[in-house]
């Protein structure tokens, strides 16, 4: 449950970081970022759930940077000023990702990935 937490926090503090370092992340309000970060947090927290197992390291944290891309880019479109360009959100998702290995790394060396 931890994780989720930590992804809570991390989620839209990522994103928050992306629109202010990348010209090609652009959100019109910070709401737009911090949802766009709970979204990415959840929808991380649920692939970790499903997948995230000793030897899916590489494959969990290929998965999370897809879906942060396309959380990501999608929301461009979703939010009406927002401007999000494909690069910018693999900038993003390049940020959400390296968070997630990390985070992945600690899980499975701490054994909190084992279900059941």
Partial sequence: MDGL???LIAGPLLVILADALFPEVNYASLYQSIGVG???AIAGHLLELLLLRRGTLW???ALDLIA???IVWLSGILFADARVT???AGFA???VGVAEHLQHIRLIKSGRTEKG
Avoid: D
């Fill in 38 to 40: 709970l979204v990415i």
């Fill in 5 to 7: 937490l930590v992804k």
């Fill in 59 to 61: 494959m969990s944290t």
């Fill in 93 to 95: 998702a390049i940020l």
């Fill in 86 to 88: 494909p690069i910018g």
């Fill in 68 to 70: 942060a891309f396309l």
